[in-house]
């Protein structure tokens, strides 16, 4: 009888991971950003084996759409393993830090922090719906130096698209940081890379995201390493959720093709500041500071905020769309 | 990369790892529900998360070194291990790939580049947890 518990236990916690993973690959955020609150919140898994379990499968879904995506010559392997240099060391000095707070019993941090970026990430992922190609920049010294000038296909465009970065240094910063959050919570904190490339180096969204995925196995792996002597990695959760969120991000990516309705994306946005605002939550409770009242409703309370947030961006994305729109005919 | 076919290399190296590392991990949790568990510990033990937290039933209680007795054996535990391990390879190997086709370009600073990415690699794999940690 205990037996088929265990066996229903651990196909809810596949189940869960190909929602994450569905979720994740369709807001490209990935399937971490989604798995660890959905592990700790509904699942009930202390924060460790959810941060454990989830950097681990990240890997799986970074190398099965990122296998995809190199073929066709899009992802710049040169520019990533280069920025790779700041995001292992990133991923060394956060998997470290979360050593240390989970040593000293801090593990409340982590839960806020983890709302807070989760939050924030969803920022940039809301305001890139739109441009494609970054505007004309002249190269700078970087520029050469690390050969950051190539070019890709575009399919949709139907033209060779030349490319140069920018700001080298700037990107290697921000791939610090993306790698020390990727340690530190177990994510492959995808947006933050894409952030780096984007927003520091002026690389096409096409290069920044299909590198941005390969990048994500190999910092994952650093953190994994240091995760797996931990001990954070319980391999009953872990053999579930790599198998679950690949599933989930390869159903993602076949209907992320179809989805010719932005609209979607929306409702996902909602879910995820949900679980950003529930986390913070949860860090305050875990303390008992400011919040102190019971799960279920800090649980309505954050389904309340993240409606009221996500409808009043949707309106102000909307409303500036329509006045573009406007702008042209005049 | 002069030689564009590396990406296609890479791509299927890629490819094979996650299926790989996918038949072990399958293979390991079919032998654990029908063994009970593994390497000593029950089923409900390790699906117990919060036993399993105070109780140190996690990653670190596994040695590599016992892997291949641990296949022999078929432990479904061991077998879980090394989808796991062969998932955090996956990537590595990329890196691998750019680094020997960087040394063909005769492009040194990027086999420089790749060189401290490598090392980061296994720093954190073969030295963090034996002395830092």
């Known amino acids: 009888m205990t037996i088929i518990i265990i ?49 681990i499968s990240t890997i799986a879904t970074s190398a099965g759409s990122a296998s995809a995506y190199t073929k066709k010559k899009i992802a710049n392997i040169r520019i990533g393993i280069g920025l ?23 593990i409340f941090v982590v839960y806020i922090l983890f709302g807070v970026i989760l939050l924030f990430s969803l ?31 575009d399919e949709r465009l139907k033209q060779r698209v030349k490319y140069h970065g920018i700001r080298w240094w700037l990107g290697e910063i921000v791939m610090f940081f993306a790698g020390f959050v990727s340690g530190l919570l177990g994510i492959g904190s995808g ?21 941005s995925n390969f990048m994500i196995g190999i910092t994952a792996a650093t953190g994994s390493s240091i995760y797996w002597y931990e001990g954070y990695i319980n ?29 979607i994306r929306w409702v996902f946005f909602a879910i995820l500041s949900f679980l950003g605002f529930d986390m913070v ?45 406007q702008g042209d005919k005049k | 990369m002069k030689n564009h076919d590396d990406e296609v290399i890479i791509s299927y190296f890629l490819k094979a790892g996650v299926i790989i590392s996918v038949s072990f991990l399958v293979t390991g949790v079919l032998i654990i529900f029908l063994k009970n568990g593994g390497d000593g510990v029950t089923l409900s033990q390790l699906s117990s998360y919060n036993y399993a937290y105070r109780h140190h039933i ?76």
């Open chain 2, 58 to 133: 996690d990653s670190a209680r596994i040695s590599l070194s016992n892997i291949p007795n641990g296949l022999t054996a078929l432990d479904g535990l061991y077998f879980i291990t090394v989808g796991l391990w062969v998932l955090i390879f996956t990537p590595i190997t990329v890196v691998f790939i750019g680094w020997v086709s960087f040394l063909e370009d005769k492009n040194y600073l990027y086999v420089a580049m790749a060189s401290i990415v490598l090392f980061n690699l296994f720093f954190a794999m073969l030295v963090i947890p034996r002395y830092v940690v």
């Open chain 1, 281 to 325: 939550f949860k860090g305050f409770h875990l303390i008992n500071f400011l919040i102190t009242f019971s799960l279920t409703i800090q649980f309505f309370i954050s389904i309340a905020i993240s409606i009221v947030m996500i409808g009043l961006l949707y309106w102000h994305t909307k409303r500036k769309v329509f006045a573009d729109k």
């Open chain 1, 7 to 55: 066996i229903l236990k651990f196909l809810s916690i596949v189940l869960g991971s190909i929602i994450a993973g569905f979720i994740g690959s369709l807001t490209g955020l990935g399937g971490g950003t989604v798995l660890v609150p959905v592990l700790t919140l509904f699942y009930g898994i202390p924060f460790i084996f959810a941060a454990g379990a989830s950097l």
């Open chain 1, 84 to 106: 790779e240099i700041a995001t292992t060391t990133g991923a060394i000095v956060g998997s470290l830090t979360l050593v240390t707070i989970d040593k000293d019993h801090l």
């Open chain 1, 191 to 211: 947006a933050l890379k894409v952030l780096g490339m984007d927003w520091a180096m002026n690389l096409p969204m096409k290069v920044t995201t299909t590198s």
């Open chain 1, 235 to 263: 391999l009953f959760i872990a053999a579930a959720t790599a198998i679950g969120v690949l599933i989930g991000a390869y159903l993602g990516a076949k209907v992320l093709v179809k989805i010719s309705n932005e609209n």
């Open chain 1, 123 to 153: 920022i940039p992922t809301i305001k890139k719906i739109g441009a494609e190609i970054p505007p004309e920049t002249k190269p700078d010294w970087t520029t050469k130096l690390f050969q950051l000038t190539d070019s890709y296909y």
